[in-house]
């Protein structure tokens, strides 16, 4: 019997590294496109015919319209959050509802997740962890204290009196957090209609679609929300995501066994980026770090938040290659360095006299050690082959190649979906 794979694609640093637009082109190569974990925190962007659209629950595959895209079982879901974005898609000529597959097993944001959201960062004080507020390191606590609502909940007679147990069990929390200064009527009154909305979607055991799928011979590519230094357990904790966004997760967010993962693509920048708060030794805090900022508009696409800017961070790649198996690497953004004369790679870190080249427990505190490869002074943007790449550009490729022990198989330069090079 001929069996599919599911393919993944990672951000393996921490995030914003531009999965939705790969995930776009790659999707007419899948039957299914999946997203695996998180919810509206993720801001995955794709632009094509002078349109741009960010997407934030809804997978990356959605304009393809022979495709199905499952929301999965490792997924949250605030569902007035989706209404609005399966609209917003709709008016733009997208009707998803016969396509998009929502798992029964995804958590529901609940207004109360969001309020706590913020009353947890309030309270933390200057140890904020630097959360979008969405709600979505709560709605995984009540995941994993078992009294989470699920998508399935809303298809039951009894979900409003468990959404009002749940509502009630928060509004207890944030009074014993003497946290009392909100008001979610207008919130939860459109929350209850995306719940309506929602309806009008196929809430289904997605795993089994996906297994049988598979079995039938299909293909799945898997879509990372985040990336690698952000998973709640391989991260730089505390300072994380409430997800696993690295490999495993994949299996544990869609109900596939280890043995369905084919390949790994892990996608990158050329140069390193981080939002929120949490140990980042490559950051910049100079004028070459605006620089980058500024031509790489490395701004939020949830929160508008500017992004913090530095070198590429060899360091964190080896660790998130080795965690997630990966065994083809994407890079982005390459283009953003075209004017520098000398580009920068950490390739070690140093505190006091320490020095390491894996990852270490606490990331705080620690200096890169950089080494130096000439720039290419070239536009990028107007290249569409291999071929015609600037030598000193195949040699900063080279040397990433080299120095992770893995193809780079795909190159984009510049935002737009055309603007992406498969490598020979």
């Keep these: 019997m001929s069996t599919g794979k599911v393919d993944a694609l990672l951000g393996i640093v921490f995030g914003d590294e531009g999965k939705g637009k790969v995930v776009d082109v790659f999707t007419p190569r899948y039957d299914i496109v999946a997203r695996f974990a998180g919810g509206p925190n993720a801001g995955h962007t794709i632009i094509f015919d002078g349109k741009k659209f960010v997407l934030r629950s809804i997978p990356s595959g959605i304009f393809d319209t022979g495709k199905l895209n499952i929301i999965g079982n490792g997924c949250v879901i605030a569902p007035d959050l989706f209404m609005a974005e399966a609209q917003e898609l709709g008016n733009a000529g997208y009707d998803l509802r016969s396509r998009l597959h929502i798992s029964r097993r995804a958590h529901l944001i609940l207004p109360t997740h969001r309020v ?186 949830v929160t508008g938040r500017n992004r913090r800017c530095g070198w590429i961070d060899l360091v964190a790649l080896r660790y998130a290659i080795m965690i997630n198996g ?63 790449f600037p030598e000193a550009f195949q040699n900063y490729v080279n040397y990433l190649e080299n120095t992770l022990e893995r193809p780079i198989t795909i190159v984009s330069v510049g935002p737009d979906r055309a603007q992406t090079i498969e490598m020979n």
């Design 326 to 388: 990966v065994t083809q690497l994407i890079m982005m953004k390459s283009d953003v360095l075209d004017t520098f004369e000398t580009i920068r790679a950490c390739v070690a870190y140093e505190k006091g006299n320490q020095r390491t080249t894996t990852m270490p427990y606490d990331t705080s505190g620690w200096q890169p050690v950089y080494e130096d490869i000439p720039g290419w002074q070239t536009d990028l943007t107007q290249i569409t082959t291999p071929e015609q």
């Design 116 to 301: 706590l959201d913020r009353a947890y960062e309030a309270a933390k004080g200057k140890q904020k962890v630097g959360t979008t507020g969405k709600g979505i390191g709560p709605t995984y606590s009540d995941k994993a204290s078992r009294t989470g609502l699920r998508a399935g909940d809303i298809l039951q007679d009894d979900f409003h009196s468990k959404y009002e147990a749940l509502k009630a069990r928060h509004q207890q929390i944030l009074a014993d957090l003497h946290y009392t200064d909100y008001d979610i009527s207008q919130e939860e009154a459109l929350w209850m209609q995306g719940i309506q909305y929602m309806k009008q979607y196929p809430i289904t055991d997605t795993e089994f679609e996906i297994n049988q799928a598979l079995d039938d011979g299909k293909n799945v590519l898997a879509e990372g929300a985040q990336g690698t230094m952000l998973d709640i357990d391989h991260g730089t904790y505390p300072y994380v995501s409430s997800s696993n966004t690295c490999t495993g997760g994949v299996c544990t967010g869609l109900g596939v066994a280890p043995g369905k993962i084919g390949e790994v693509f892990g996608i990158f920048k050329a140069y390193s980026t981080r939002v929120g708060s949490g140990p980042f030794p490559v950051e910049l805090f100079d004028q070459t770090g605006d620089k980058i900022r500024e031509i790489g508009h490395e701004y939020g696409a």
